[in-house]
T-cell receptor
Framework: GAGVSQSPSNKVTEKGKDVELRCDPI?????LYWYRQSLGQGLEFLIY????????KSGLPSDRFSAERTGGSVSTLTIQRTQQEDSAVYLC?????????????FGPGTRLTVL | RKEVEQDPGPFNVPEGATVAFNCTYS??????FFWYRQDCRKEPKLLMS???SGNEDGRFTAQLNRASQYISLLIRDSKLSDSATYLC??????????FGTGTRLLVSP
């Protein structure tokens, strides 16, 4: 079946511009996560959606970052007024429920470059 | 102190060698543990879960030591295709996974 998809695969933008990154989770997966991975670094948790519950936004690095998940499926991560330090690979993952014992399936990521 | 710590490597081993990675975690309330594999410029994929009793999947063996708060991964008879970064992952009980920065393995002919 179809896995997690993300778009665009690559995004180059100028400092100060806004960007939107999209994630389509696996159908039926209720939990969705956003991470970012900077060069040579581990995955940094950004935000978590579980069903209709309020999202866990504790990992968002600043108020320039926001995310929404419409209809419990597709999610969009928005970065406003991008900065060069926002350059990273943004990964989305979905799972069937709370991640205590469930495998997270990752999308291929969006590579963001802020010039 | 980082929540999950790993030796970044790289570990350079010849084909057929046995190699072991360790990972330590700081939160004693952590509930579940995993090893993920990440190939260069690819997304992470689950390699195996780690159970208290230890578990084996073919050439791969994972162990958990709760008392010392460390997790290990042993790879026997290394293959060229095992070259990747191995991520130690811990669930701290808040529906979030904490990822280590990974240990890079290079298997050479």
């Amino acid at each position: 079946g179809a896995g997690v998809s993300q778009s665009p695969s690559n995004k180059v933008t100028e400092k100060g511009k806004d960007v939107e990154l999209r994630c389509d989770p696996i159908s039926g997966h209720t939990a969705l996560y956003w991470y970012r991975q900077s060069l040579g670094q581990g995955l940094e948790f950004l935000i978590y959606f579980q069903g209709n519950s309020a999202p866990d936004k504790s990992g968002l690095p600043s108020d320039r970052f926001s995310a929404e998940r419409t209809g419990g499926s597709v999610s969009t991560l928005t970065i406003q007024r991008t900065q060069q330090e926002d350059s990273a690979v943004y990964l989305c993952a979905s799972t069937t429920g709370p991640s205590g014992g469930n495998t997270q399936y990752f999308g291929p990521g969006t590579r963001l470059t802020v010039l | 102190r980082k929540e999950v710590e790993q030796d970044p490597g790289p570990f350079n081993v010849p084909e057929g060698a046995t190699v072991a990675f360790n990972c330590t975690y700081s939160n004693s309330a952590s509930q579940s543990f995993f090893w993920y594999r990440q190939d260069c410029r690819k997304e992470p994929k689950l390699l195996m879960s780690v159970y208290s009793s230890g578990n084996e999947d073919g050439r791969f063996t994972a162990q958990l030591n709760r008392a010392s708060q460390y997790i290990s991964l042993l790879i026997r008879d290394s293959k060229l295709s095992d070259s990747a970064t191995y991520l130690c992952v811990v669930n701290t009980g808040f529906q979030k996974l904490v990822f280590g920065t990974g240990t890079r393995l290079l298997v050479s002919p």
